[in-house]
């Protein structure tokens, strides 16, 4: 995975996170549950997209 593209991933992941904690505070137990499953479904394909990109790579080799 390319730096740029890792470095996306782990930005938008962090604000993902951050995001529930903030919904904790606010007391806003829908929205904690909105971002924790988007924040859930963006890591996972950030794992996704990493593993296509190895798969490739070792295909190219």
């Not at 606010?26 to 890591?43: H, S």
Request: aromatic letters at 10%.
């Amino acid at each position: 995975m390319s730096k740029p593209l890792a470095l996306l991933f782990a930005v938008v992941g962090t604000i993902l996170l951050a995001g529930i904690s903030l919904f904790i505070a606010l007391r806003q137990p829908w929205m904690v549950l909105v971002c924790a499953i988007i924040a859930l479904g963006f890591i996972g394909y950030g794992f996704v997209v990493k593993a296509k990109l190895r798969k490739r790579d070792n295909q190219n080799r």
